[in-house]
């Protein structure tokens, strides 16, 4: 039905969609609450499972802004917990990466993530740069439970919704003025600072450059079956401490470093 | 019956699109727009102004740079054909500047004395929004037909929606660097703590309360400060020994 559509067309029906989603029950506002909205009206609009958006840098995901739904949170945080998957490519291609069967998936591209994402029930995952001129902002990764492919005409749509994602981060950013981040963005890097709080201290505790200290915490939360949170908070709370040769220790209660 | 060949002016709109794909230069583009433009209808020159952000029409560029046509170009900034085409959104089309002396008396004697007949101004349009005219003069009068005018204003139309989608792309970036700079120093600023506070063996609340009080007393900018750090800490001996 959306076959032929010229591209306003499109972007009116994406903004048509957001205006029909109702805003959270928390009432938030704010950038982070308007991309909240924007990804659950394209989840349901696109009869996906869940959708997520990262803002990312050369670094790769710097930062989780809003999800569908919190189960998609965590599913969007493990590209960053990995330091692998579609979203790293879309990023750095500037094109869509569409997996259609993550299990089917080619293992060499993103072992780590594939598997991560099959254990959490992901069949398929969508990853759309977030871009405008030159400039890229991030990541739109949408999710289905079901294997499957995107379709043309849904893959058009999907670009309207991701151009809207850009304009709110822009508009919120024009907002909030050069040296601040949008409303509410703040809140959605919370729990990262924690990561990179850790990762300064790996950083000294190994002496290595501070995206090998990346590494090292991603690593050591792979080894152990955890997040890369749980594994920062015990680094910053001085629970687990890395040393030169070895993964990292957990020292005696009362050790210090 | 118009003057243009068509197979002229669809090589212009092809260029114009090509310009606006490629690597982007406003300046340039606006000149090729003028000169273009100049060229289609025989005009001897053709100039082109915007509104800057007060509303104040600006010279741009022109197909003609010599100091009296700049001049013809900056006096309308405040009266002229493009001044009223910019205030109406119409085009003014042949209007004969041997009798215009009442209607622009510091624009019409100069462009005489300049050795033009008639003058043409477009509007830089797209929908409601004018954003500046496009200026064409003539050593005779009458020389415009209206389906001439009708290829003009294409043009200029065309060149509005390229400018338009430009400044929308240049306030994109700027905004996304601004995102993304705002990004980096909270992040740095988190890793230089964690870096202090193994460092100083405290938590990362004091590395904070430490990294401030460098800043301050050696007014430093925080994320400066912080992003050295985590690049080589022994590049400030004060804060991390």
Redesign the interface.
């Known amino acids: 039905m959306t076959d032929g559509w010229t591209s306003d067309e499109r972007a009116d029906w994406a903004r048509e969609q957001v205006a029909q989603e109702p805003v959270h029950a928390d009432g938030s506002l704010g950038t982070a609450a308007d991309l909240g909205r924007l990804c659950r009206a394209a989840t349901r609009a696109l009869h996906l499972s869940g959708a997520a958006v990262s803002l990312m840098n050369e670094g790769g995901p710097a930062g989780i802004v809003a999800s569908s739904d919190d189960v998609w949170m965590r599913i969007e945080e493990l590209a960053f917990i990995l330091g692998e998957g579609p979203c790293w490519d879309a990023f750095e291609s500037r094109r869509p990466v569409l997996v259609d069967d993550v299990a089917a998936a080619d293992e060499i591209r993103w072992p780590g993530y594939c598997r991560a994402a099959v254990e959490n029930g992901v069949s398929a995952v969508y990853a759309f740069p977030l871009k405008i001129g030159l400039a890229r902002l991030g990541v739109l990764d949408l999710y289905r439970r079901e294997p499957g492919e995107l379709n043309d005409d849904d893959r058009d749509l999907v670009l309207a919704f991701a151009d809207l994602v850009t304009t709110v981060l822009i508009d919120g950013q024009e907002e909030a003025g050069d040296g601040s981040i949008p409303s509410g963005v703040d809140g959605a890097l919370g729990s990262r600072f924690e990561v990179y709080q850790a990762q300064g201290m790996v950083m000294i505790q190994l002496g290595i450059p501070l995206s090998d200290a990346m590494a090292r915490l991603r690593a050591s939360a792979y080894a152990r079956d955890r997040t890369l949170g749980e594994v920062a908070r015990d680094v910053v709370a001085r629970v687990l401490v890395f040393e030169r040769e070895g993964e990292g220790r957990m020292p005696e209660k009362g050790s210090g470093t | 019956m118009s003057a243009l060949p068509s197979a002229r002016v669809a090589d212009v709109f092809v260029e114009f699109a090509d310009t606006l794909v490629e690597e982007f230069d406003l300046i340039e583009f606006l000149q090729m727009v003028t000169t273009r433009a100049s060229e289609l209808v025989g005009s001897s020159a053709a100039g082109l102004l915007l509104a800057d952000p007060q509303g104040v029409l600006q010279f741009m560029a022109a197909s003609d740079e010599r100091a009296e046509m700049l001049e013809l170009f900056q006096v309308q900034a405040h009266e002229g054909p493009c001044q009223d085409c910019f205030n109406e959104g119409a085009a003014v089309v042949n209007a004969d500047l041997t009798t215009a002396q009442d209607r622009w008396p510091h624009f019409a004697p100069r462009a005489v004395a300049a050795g033009f007949a008639s003058v043409h101004a477009f509007p830089l349009r797209l929908r409601r929004e004018v954003i500046g005219a496009l200026n064409l003069f003539g050593s005779t009068v009458g020389q415009m037909d209206p389906e001439d005018a009708r290829t003009v204003q294409a043009l200029a139309d065309v060149a509005t929606i390229g400018l338009l989608q430009e400044r929308?792309?240049?306030?994109?970036?700027v905004?996304?660097?601004?995102?993304?700079?705002?990004?980096?120093s909270?992040?740095v600023i988190?890793?230089?703590?964690?870096?202090?506070?193994?460092?100083h063996?405290c938590s990362?609340d004091e590395a904070f309360d430490l990294l401030r009080r460098y800043c301050r007393d050696n007014r430093l900018g925080l994320s400066d400060v912080a992003r050295g750090v985590?690049a080589d800490?022994q590049a400030f001996p004060d804060l991390t020994s």
Request: no cysteine; net charge positive.
């Open positions: 929308a792309v240049r306030r994109g970036e905004l996304t660097e601004q995102l993304q700079g705002a990004l980096n909270r992040i988190e890793q230089a703590k964690g870096a202090l506070a193994q460092i063996g990362v985590v800490p």
